[in-house]
C-alpha cells in the first residue's frame, strides 16, 4: 500500500501550503526541540490551524479505559486478523465517515506497522493489543480529521510533550493516511532517539540561532498568552494597521542609513521603517563630534523631528506623576484596560492603535519576567505613560505615514526604566539610536531586535554638540595624552587630582598613639583606603578623646598644636552654633523635604540657596551626604517633632571656612579636620551635633578633646558612632592656651640630664 510520503521543509510556512501546491505532493513531519521568534510564530499560527481543523494533544494519550474498551467489544467484537480485507472490513465499520481512499490509506498504514512490529519479534496477542489501542485512539482522539485525510487542505496534529512508542506508531499511520504532524519536544530531543534513533519516523526540525525553550514554556502557556493577545486587541479596537520593519532594511552604515528619507525605506504601505540601534565606541575620536553634529543638521534638514537626550532622561515631576489616572489592580488585564485609556495622542487613526498595543505588548511582556508583580509593574507602566507624554508632542505632532521621528540616547541607559522606554519608542515610528562612545559607560539595553555597532575606541563626551559653538573637537595629541592619563591614573595607586568626584567615610578604629601618625596623611596611604568604580572609600578619624595622660598638661596641649594642620578648623567653646544663630535657610527647610526626600531640584533654584557657587559635582555631594544623614537617622529625633527639618536648614548653612574646606577636598589627599577643646560643662547644641555628624560623613577627620571625661558631645547622638580613648587623669576648670604655633619643646630635668644621658 502507498502511503503519503515524507517530504522535506524549504521554509516554516510550508506547512500552511495546500497539497497540490507543494514542491511534491507529501506530508510534514517535524519535531521541534529548540525555540526562537520564528519558532513561537510559527508555533502559534499551527496550533490556531490544529485547534480549528485538526488535533491537539497535550501530554500522553491515555490508554483506553475500561468503558471504551466494552464498547469496542460491544460493536466490533475481539477478533483480530493480520490482512488488509480485515482491516478495511472493521474500519468501514468502526470509523463509517471515510472514504474509500481514506480507509484504505488508514487500512494501508496500519499494516505496515503492524508487520514492522511482527518482523521486530511481537507476537499475534501484542499485535492485537496494538491494534485495538490503535483503533480506540483513532475514535476517542481524531475521529474529527479521519475524513480529511489526504484532502487538499491537509489536517494539522501538534502533539506536545514526551511521546511513547505506541503513540508514535499512531502518528505515523495517520501521517501515512495524509496528515501533518508536529512534535513539540520542550525538553529536547534525547526521549525521542531513544525510541526512533534512525530517524525513521519524524524528522527533527533544524533552528537557525536555536535555543533552549523558555522556563515553563507550554501550549496552556502560549494559548493564555494568546489569549490576552486577543483580549488587548479588544482595547485597541481591533488589530492594529501598522507593523515595524525595524533594521532590516539597512543597507551600509547606520549613519548613512539615519539620513535616508523613511518614505525610500521601503514599499509596503502596511509598514513603517524604523531603525533600533547602540553605537558604542568610535572610529576617529578627532572627528565623532563633528560626525554628531553634522547628523543632526541633516535630520532636522529634512524636516524630520527630533529629539536629544544628554546622559539621563530625567526624572518624573510629581506633576507628571499625578497626571496618570490609576488605582488598584487585581490582575493584569484590569490593569492594562485602565491605564490604556490614558493613551490618548498621537490622535492617528492608524498611530493610536499602535501604541496602545506596543504598551500593553511590552508590559505584558515584564509582567511574564516579573512572576506577576502587579505593584512594580504598575509603577513602571506609570512611567512609560509619564514619558509618552512629555515626548509625544516632539515625535508624533502631526504625524502621518510613512514619517519616521528620530529620538538620540548620548551615553547609554541607567537603569531598566530608561531601557524599557527605548524599547517602547523603537516599536514605534521612531530611529532610537543610543550613541554610546565612553566605553566606561555601562549600558543596560538589552532587546533582541538592538542592532549593535561596536568600535574599539573611546571618547568621553557628555553633551551632543547641537550648536556649532559648542563643537569641541579633540586633537589627536590631546587624545593621545587622555590615553596616556587613564593608562597612569586607572588601577595603578596614583591619582589625578580631583579624580573622583563621589566617596564614603569609614571610620577608622585605632590606638590614640596612632592618631598622631595619621593625622596629618593623605587619605590613599591610611589603612582600608579603596577604590570601586568611581567611588573612594576615605577612611576617616572620629574619636573623643577623655581625661589628661598622667595629669601631664603641657604634653597635653602639645599633643593638640601637633593636630593645628593648615587644613584644620578648632572649636574651643560649646555651642558654637545654636538654635538662635542667623540661619536663612531655616524659614524654607520645609519646602526643601517632602516624604523623607529631598527635593534637590527646589533646593538648587530656590534664590536662598548659598552653595550655587560651588562645582556641580561637590553641590550633588553635599546634597547625597545630607539624604544620607537623614536616611540613617544619626541625629537622635530625627522624624520626630521636625528635627528633620533643623538637619536640612542647619547643613544648608554651613559656615565660609568650612565650605572652603570641603571645596577644596580632594578625596584621596589630606582631608580636613575639625578640633573640638571642650573644657567646660556645657553641651554641644542640637545644631552643632549636625554639623559634626555631617562632615564626618563628608570625610573630615573630627577629634573632640575632653579632660573633664564628661558626657557633653554624645547628647543628640542616636547611634554610637565614635570610638572613645581614656587617657587617665580628669582635670577641670582648664584654660586652653595658645595652640598656634610650634609645640612647645619638652623641658628636661637636671635629674634627666644626670642620669639618663645616654637614653
Same mark, same amino acid.
Given at each position: 500500500?502507498?502511503?503519503?510520503?515524507?517530504?522535506?521543509?524549504?521554509?516554516l510556512?510550508?506547512?500552511?501550503?495546500?497539497?497540490?501546491?507543494?514542491?511534491r505532493?507529501?506530508?510534514?513531519?517535524?519535531?521541534?526541540?529548540?525555540?526562537?521568534?520564528?519558532i513561537?510564530?510559527?508555533?502559534?499560527?499551527?496550533?490556531?490551524?490544529?485547534?480549528?481543523?485538526?488535533?491537539?494533544?497535550?501530554?500522553?494519550?491515555?490508554?483506553?479505559?475500561?468503558?471504551?474498551?466494552?464498547?469496542y467489544?460491544?460493536?466490533?467484537?475481539?477478533?483480530?486478523?493480520?490482512?488488509?480485507?480485515f482491516?478495511?472490513?472493521?474500519?468501514?465499520?468502526?470509523?463509517?465517515?471515510?472514504?474509500?481512499? /481514506?480507509?484504505?490509506?488508514?487500512?494501508?498504514?496500519?499494516?505496515?506497522?503492524?508487520?514492522?512490529? /511482527?518482523?521486530?519479534?511481537?507476537?499475534?496477542n501484542?499485535?492485537?493489543?496494538?491494534?485495538?489501542?490503535?483503533?480506540?485512539?483513532?475514535?476517542?482522539?481524531?475521529?474529527?480529521?479521519?475524513?480529511?485525510?489526504?484532502?487538499?487542505?491537509?489536517?494539522?496534529?501538534?502533539?506536545e510533550?514526551?511521546?511513547?512508542?505506541?503513540?508514535?506508531?499512531?502518528?505515523?499511520?495517520?501521517?501515512?493516511?495524509?496528515?501533518?504532524?508536529?512534535?513539540?519536544?520542550?525538553?529536547?530531543?534525547?526521549?525521542?532517539?531513544?525510541?526512533?534513533?534512525?530517524?525513521?519516523?519524524?524528522?527533527?526540525?533544524?533552528?537557525?540561532?536555536?535555543?533552549?525553550?523558555?522556563?515553563?514554556?507550554?501550549?496552556?502557556?502560549?494559548?493564555?498568552?494568546?489569549?490576552?493577545k486577543?483580549?488587548?486587541?479588544?482595547?485597541?479596537?481591533?488589530?492594529?494597521?501598522?507593523?515595524?520593519?525595524?533594521?532590516?532594511?539597512?543597507?551600509?552604515?547606520?549613519?548613512?542609513?539615519l539620513?535616508?528619507?523613511?518614505?525610500?525605506?521601503?514599499?509596503?504601505?502596511?509598514?513603517?521603517?524604523?531603525?533600533?540601534?547602540r553605537?558604542?565606541?568610535?572610529?576617529?575620536?578627532?572627528?565623532?563630534?563633528?560626525?554628531?553634529?553634522?547628523?543632526?543638521l541633516?535630520?532636522?534638514?529634512?524636516?524630520?523631528?527630533?529629539?536629544i537626550?544628554?546622559?539621563?532622561?530625567?526624572?518624573?515631576?510629581?506633576?507628571?506623576?499625578?497626571?496618570?489616572r490609576?488605582?488598584?489592580?487585581?490582575n493584569?488585564?484590569?490593569?492594562?484596560?485602565?491605564?490604556?485609556?490614558?493613551?490618548?495622542?498621537?490622535?492617528?487613526?492608524?498611530? /493610536?492603535?499602535?501604541?496602545?498595543?506596543?504598551?500593553?505588548?511590552?508590559?505584558?511582556?515584564?509582567?511574564?519576567?516579573?512572576?506577576?508583580?502587579?505593584?512594580?509593574?504598575?509603577?513602571?507602566?506609570?512611567?512609560?505613560l509619564?514619558l509618552?507624554?512629555?515626548?509625544?508632542?516632539?515625535?508624533f505632532?502631526?504625524?502621518?505615514?510613512?514619517e519616521v521621528?528620530?529620538?538620540?540616547?548620548?551615553?547609554?541607559?541607567?537603569?531598566?526604566?530608561?531601557?524599557?522606554?527605548?524599547?517602547?519608542?523603537?516599536?514605534?515610528?521612531?530611529?532610537?539610536?543610543?550613541?554610546?562612545?565612553?566605553?566606561?559607560?555601562?549600558?543596560?539595553?538589552?532587546?533582541?531586535?538592538?542592532y549593535?555597532?561596536?568600535?574599539e575606541?573611546?571618547?568621553?563626551?557628555?553633551?551632543?554638540?547641537?550648536?556649532?559653538?559648542?563643537?569641541?573637537?579633540?586633537?589627536?595629541?590631546?587624545?593621545a595624552?587622555?590615553?596616556?592619563?587613564?593608562?597612569?591614573?586607572?588601577?595603578?595607586?596614583?591619582?589625578?587630582?580631583?579624580?573622583?568626584?563621589k566617596?564614603?567615610?569609614v571610620?577608622?578604629?585605632?590606638?590614640?598613639?596612632?592618631?598622631?601618625?595619621?593625622?596629618?596623611?593623605?587619605?590613599?596611604?591610611?589603612p582600608?583606603?579603596?577604590?570601586?568604580?568611581?567611588?573612594?572609600?576615605?577612611?576617616?578619624?572620629?574619636?573623643?578623646?577623655?581625661?589628661?595622660?598622667?595629669?601631664?598638661?603641657?604634653?597635653?596641649?602639645?599633643?593638640?598644636r601637633?593636630?593645628m594642620?593648615?587644613?584644620t578648623?578648632?572649636?574651643?567653646?560649646?555651642?558654637?552654633?545654636?538654635?538662635?544663630?542667623?540661619?536663612?535657610?531655616?524659614?524654607?527647610?520645609?519646602?526643601?523635604?517632602?516624604?523623607?526626600?529631598?527635593?534637590?531640584?527646589?533646593?538648587?533654584?530656590?534664590?536662598?540657596?548659598?552653595?550655587?557657587?560651588?562645582?556641580?559635582?561637590?553641590?550633588?555631594?553635599?546634597?547625597?551626604?545630607?539624604?544620607l544623614?537623614?536616611?540613617?537617622?544619626?541625629?537622635?529625633?530625627?522624624?520626630?517633632?521636625?528635627?528633620?527639618?533643623?538637619?536640612?536648614?542647619?547643613?544648608?548653612?554651613?559656615?565660609?571656612?568650612?565650605?572652603?574646606?570641603?571645596?577644596?577636598?580632594?578625596?584621596?589627599?589630606?582631608?580636613?579636620?575639625?578640633?573640638?577643646?571642650?573644657?567646660?560643662?556645657?553641651?554641644?547644641?542640637?545644631?552643632?551635633?549636625?554639623?559634626?555628624?555631617?562632615?564626618?560623613?563628608?570625610?573630615?577627620?573630627?577629634?573632640?578633646?575632653?579632660?573633664?571625661?564628661?558626657?557633653?558631645?554624645?547628647?543628640?547622638?542616636n547611634q554610637?558612632?565614635?570610638?572613645?580613648?581614656?587617657?587617665?587623669?580628669?582635670?577641670?576648670?582648664?584654660?586652653?592656651?595658645?595652640?598656634?604655633?610650634?609645640?612647645?619643646?619638652?623641658?628636661?630635668?637636671?635629674?634627666?640630664?644626670?642620669?639618663?644621658?645616654?637614653?
Amino acid at each position: 500500500m502507498i502511503m503519503a510520503e515524507q517530504i522535506e521543509l524549504n521554509q516554516l510556512n510550508d506547512y500552511f501550503t495546500d497539497l497540490g501546491k507543494r514542491s511534491r505532493p507529501g506530508v510534514y513531519f517535524y519535531r521541534i526541540c529548540d525555540w526562537n521568534e520564528e519558532i513561537e510564530a510559527f508555533l502559534r499560527r499551527y496550533y490556531e490551524e490544529a485547534r480549528l481543523s485538526g488535533v491537539i494533544i497535550e501530554g500522553r494519550l491515555p490508554n483506553p479505559d475500561s468503558r471504551q474498551l466494552a464498547y469496542y467489544e460491544e460493536m466490533m467484537g475481539m477478533e483480530f486478523q493480520m490482512n488488509m480485507g480485515f482491516l478495511l472490513d472493521h474500519l468501514q465499520k468502526w470509523l463509517p465517515r471515510m472514504n474509500g481512499w /481514506q480507509r484504505k490509506q488508514v487500512a494501508g498504514s496500519i499494516y505496515d506497522v503492524l508487520a514492522g512490529l /511482527q518482523k521486530a519479534g511481537k507476537n499475534e496477542n501484542m499485535l492485537k493489543n496494538a491494534y485495538i489501542k490503535f483503533m480506540c485512539w483513532l475514535y476517542y482522539k481524531f475521529e474529527r480529521i479521519v475524513n480529511r485525510l489526504g484532502e487538499e487542505k491537509l489536517p494539522k496534529i501538534l502533539y506536545e510533550g514526551t511521546v511513547s512508542i505506541y503513540e508514535l506508531l499512531l502518528l505515523s499511520v495517520i501521517s501515512g493516511a495524509g496528515a501533518d504532524v508536529v512534535l513539540l519536544q520542550v525538553q529536547g530531543d534525547v526521549a525521542y532517539q531513544q525510541l526512533d534513533s534512525t530517524g525513521a519516523y519524524s524528522r527533527l526540525l533544524p533552528v537557525e540561532n536555536g535555543k533552549p525553550f523558555p522556563e515553563n514554556y507550554s501550549l496552556k502557556n502560549m494559548r493564555q498568552a494568546m489569549q490576552e493577545k486577543a483580549n488587548r486587541q479588544r482595547l485597541f479596537g481591533g488589530e492594529t494597521k501598522l507593523h515595524a520593519c525595524t533594521n532590516a532594511w539597512i543597507n551600509g552604515t547606520v549613519w548613512d542609513s539615519l539620513r535616508k528619507e523613511p518614505a525610500v525605506r521601503g514599499s509596503d504601505p502596511g509598514f513603517f521603517y524604523n531603525c533600533f540601534a547602540r553605537l558604542s565606541g568610535v572610529e576617529d575620536r578627532v572627528t565623532y563630534p563633528s560626525d554628531l553634529y553634522q547628523l543632526q543638521l541633516d535630520i532636522r534638514a529634512a524636516n524630520r523631528r527630533l529629539v536629544i537626550v544628554n546622559d539621563r532622561l530625567e526624572p518624573l515631576t510629581p506633576d507628571e506623576i499625578s497626571g496618570i489616572r490609576r488605582s488598584n489592580y487585581q490582575n493584569l488585564e484590569q490593569m492594562l484596560a485602565e491605564l490604556v485609556m490614558n493613551i490618548t495622542a498621537p490622535s492617528d487613526a492608524k498611530l /493610536q492603535p499602535l501604541v496602545k498595543k506596543v504598551f500593553a505588548d511590552l508590559i505584558s511582556e515584564e509582567y511574564a519576567k516579573d512572576s506577576g508583580n502587579l505593584n512594580r509593574l504598575t509603577g513602571r507602566a506609570v512611567y512609560l505613560l509619564c514619558l509618552l507624554k512629555r515626548f509625544v508632542e516632539p515625535l508624533f505632532h502631526g504625524w502621518h505615514m510613512p514619517e519616521v521621528a528620530a529620538f538620540f540616547y548620548l551615553g547609554g541607559c541607567r537603569n531598566e526604566n530608561e531601557a524599557l522606554f527605548l524599547r517602547f519608542l523603537a516599536r514605534l515610528p521612531v530611529d532610537v539610536v543610543v550613541f554610546r562612545p565612553d566605553l566606561s559607560r555601562a549600558c543596560c539595553l538589552e532587546d533582541q531586535w538592538l542592532y549593535e555597532v561596536k568600535a574599539e575606541e573611546s571618547l568621553s563626551l557628555t553633551v551632543y554638540p547641537e550648536e556649532g559653538v559648542a563643537l569641541q573637537a579633540g586633537t589627536a595629541a590631546y587624545h593621545a595624552e587622555r590615553d596616556l592619563d587613564a593608562m597612569m591614573y586607572q588601577n595603578t595607586g596614583i591619582y589625578r587630582n580631583r579624580q573622583y568626584a563621589k566617596a564614603n567615610a569609614v571610620s577608622l578604629r585605632t590606638m590614640y598613639e596612632e592618631i598622631a601618625i595619621l593625622w596629618d596623611e593623605e587619605l590613599k596611604y591610611r589603612p582600608n583606603f579603596a577604590t570601586t568604580d568611581a567611588t573612594v572609600a576615605m577612611p576617616v578619624i572620629f574619636a573623643k578623646v577623655s581625661g589628661v595622660k598622667d595629669g601631664d598638661l603641657p604634653a597635653y596641649w602639645n599633643g593638640i598644636r601637633t593636630l593645628m594642620t593648615p587644613y584644620t578648623k578648632k572649636i574651643l567653646s560649646v555651642p558654637h552654633l545654636t538654635s538662635t544663630s542667623a540661619n536663612p535657610m531655616k524659614a524654607h527647610a520645609v519646602e526643601f523635604l517632602k516624604n523623607g526626600r529631598l527635593q534637590k531640584e527646589k533646593i538648587r533654584g530656590h534664590m536662598a540657596y548659598p552653595y550655587g557657587v560651588l562645582r556641580e559635582d561637590t553641590q550633588e555631594y553635599l546634597l547625597e551626604k545630607l539624604q544620607l544623614l537623614i536616611d540613617q537617622r544619626i541625629i537622635r529625633g530625627t522624624f520626630e517633632n521636625g528635627t528633620e527639618y533643623t538637619i536640612v536648614s542647619t547643613v544648608l548653612n554651613l559656615e565660609t571656612d568650612i565650605l572652603r574646606m570641603i571645596q577644596k577636598f580632594d578625596f584621596t589627599k589630606k582631608n580636613p579636620k575639625l578640633v573640638y577643646v571642650i573644657t567646660g560643662e556645657t553641651f554641644l547644641s542640637l545644631e552643632d551635633t549636625i554639623t559634626v555628624a555631617f562632615l564626618h560623613l563628608i570625610g573630615f577627620d573630627i577629634l573632640f578633646f575632653v579632660p573633664t571625661g564628661y558626657q557633653c558631645v554624645e547628647r543628640y547622638f542616636n547611634q554610637n558612632i565614635m570610638e572613645e580613648h581614656q587617657l587617665g587623669e580628669y582635670m577641670y576648670d582648664l584654660s586652653v592656651p595658645n595652640l598656634d604655633g610650634r609645640p612647645a619643646a619638652k623641658k628636661v630635668s637636671w635629674r634627666d640630664k644626670i642620669f639618663k644621658r645616654g637614653t
